[in-house]
């Protein structure tokens, strides 16, 4: 087998601060593989900079003419989220392999050689897996594992504690690339694919320096994009609602004329008023909403805009 080339991925957001660390690092880490004959010496880092508001972009423009050949910048004209800028990188490399990571470094890069070796044994995605949680919050572990056991539930195949740090093959990738769709769950998506696959455990680093990117609004958001993109459970959950819903009418009608004919506390007509309101308005309120979130993933479908736009790229 020829060496393959490798691309690492790295998506970034206002990460002045981290880039200092994260560049060398990683840069230290395709020097080492090259070193160790894993890849080849046409090996890239891209730093995709999702619209940042600091001085990102220009430490990746430094980056770029510092290491001319080794490092590759891609500028997207506004801010996208971290799912977009990741899939600009991996759309616009064209190295056999590719490595996705944070630039916060929290995913040890020091895993990416075992990933390599993964790959080199016959594996064209290598998932990167927590092995545990203990830097995180007991708040944040307890909804993070309370999330996969629900996708689970729901008929989502993701894997336990992976979120963005894999490697993926030429093939694997341009299959995932297949998929057309604008609310973009990728750690959904490339399960989709298939072909051989392993993990690799690591533990998480603590940030050393910026701030988190994913506050928990936008855990929420990319929780709900996730449950949302592969599963139609909260639609078949409205059918069982409605069920149950109109049993429970069905109790409180017999109530309410219970009281109407066999007792005079009974105001006149309160029950006619108080049962369909409290039971029937509710659940088409819940009904519509569900149904109205799965609408609008339809109508941002429909539209086929462009996922994302390049404003300036550099290092090629």
Not at 30 to 41: D, E, M
Not at 145 to 158: N, P
Not at 234 to 254: K, Q
Not at 260 to 265: I, K, M, N, Y
Request: a negative charge; charged letters at 20%; hydrophobic letters at 40%.
């Amino acid at each position: 087998m020829d060496t393959p080339s490798l691309a690492i991925v790295v998506p970034c957001y206002n990460e002045e601060e981290m880039l200092p660390t994260s560049l060398p690092a990683l840069l230290a880490v395709l020097n080492q593989l090259q070193a160790l004959n894993k890849i080849s010496p046409e090996s890239k880092l891209y730093l995709i900079d999702d619209g940042s508001q600091d001085n990102t972009w220009e430490q990746i423009e430094q980056a770029c003419e510092e290491y001319r050949g080794q490092v590759v910048g891609l500028k997207l004209s506004r801010n996208r989220g971290h799912q977009y800028a990741l899939l600009a990188g991996l759309e616009n490399c064209c190295e056999d392999i590719t490595v996705s990571i944070d630039a916060d470094l929290q995913d040890d890069p020091s895993n990416i050689e075992k990933m390599v070796d993964e790959y080199h044994q016959g594996s064209d995605v290598v998932y990167g897996v927590r092995a545990a949680r203990d830097t995180d919050t007991f708040f944040k572990r307890a909804t993070a594992e309370g999330y996969y056991s629900l996708m689970r539930r729901m008929g989502v195949d993701l894997v336990f504690n992976h979120a963005d740090f894999r490697l993926m093959s030429r093939r694997a990738l341009d299959a995932m690339l297949e998929y057309r769709e604008s609310q973009l769950f990728l750690r959904g998506i490339v399960r989709e694919v298939g072909f051989p696959s392993s993990t690799v455990e690591y533990n998480r680093q603590v940030r050393i320096a910026g701030e988190s990117k994913y506050p928990l609004r936008k855990m929420l958001s990319l929780a709900w994009s996730g449950i949302s993109s592969f599963s139609t459970a909260p639609l078949r959950a409205i059918t069982v609602l409605g069920v149950v819903a109109s049993g429970l009418s069905m109790l409180m009608i017999v109530w309410v004329l219970s009281v109407r004919l066999f007792g005079d506390s009974a105001i006149p007509g309160w029950a006619s008023i108080l049962t369909p309101l409290l039971f029937i308005g509710s659940v088409q309120l819940l009904s519509l909403g569900v149904i109205g979130e799965y609408l609008a993933k339809l109508y941002n479908e429909i539209k086929q805009r462009p996922r994302y736009h390049i404003s300036e790229k550099r290092g090629e």
